[in-house]
């Protein structure tokens, strides 16, 4: 491992012909003690679903030419966003909702500010007014982190049968 990773963004639209399967491998890596679970075996769908999404941005860590991790969303629909079933009521002003869908380091790289440093370059250049996250409610660190970013826990839910309970954490994005 080099100590430099370097980060590419892709959007909707101008994706590479590998890049589901790259996100699936970086995924199964990361996942590698859970993926007996169903719902992270559906990841190939998540990850079409998203990238497949008008607004779609991934941004990718790389050492060398090895994906490191990766953080993508896409804007949610106005009167869809994850946080209208929590009773958070945003600021006046606002007008849109950037969902990041996913944050993640492969374990040889973790604890290094790869995370944080993807969701930054993630959210850099996005003109919505809050971004929302889900985060499992077993998983307190990950929510201490998300905390350390800005983020607030204004609820919680489960959007499918099979998926965790999700802490729903918001951020103002200006």
Known sequence: MTSVINLR???????????????????????????????NQRFPWFANHWSNME??????????E?????????????????????GYKPNNGYSATFAVSEVLVRPGWRKQGIAERLHEALLSERPEDLAVLLVDVTHPKVQDLYDSWGYTKV????????????????KDLH
Request: glycine residues 10%; charged residues 20%; hydrophobic residues 40%.
């Open 9 to 39: 963004q892709y959007r909707h639209g101008e994706l590479p012909a590998d890049f589901t399967e790259m996100l699936v491998d970086v995924h199964a890596d990361a996942y590698a003690d859970a993926m007996d679970l169903e719902f």
């Open 155 to 170: 609820g919680e839910q489960q959007p499918f049968a099979d998926s965790p309970l999700y802490a729903v954490m918001i």
């Open 55 to 64: 607004g779609f941005t991934c941004v990718v860590g790389f050492d060398g």
């Open 66 to 86: 090895e994906p490191t991790g990766f953080a993508y969303g896409a804007p949610l629909q106005s009167g869809r966003e994850w946080w209208r079933s929590t």
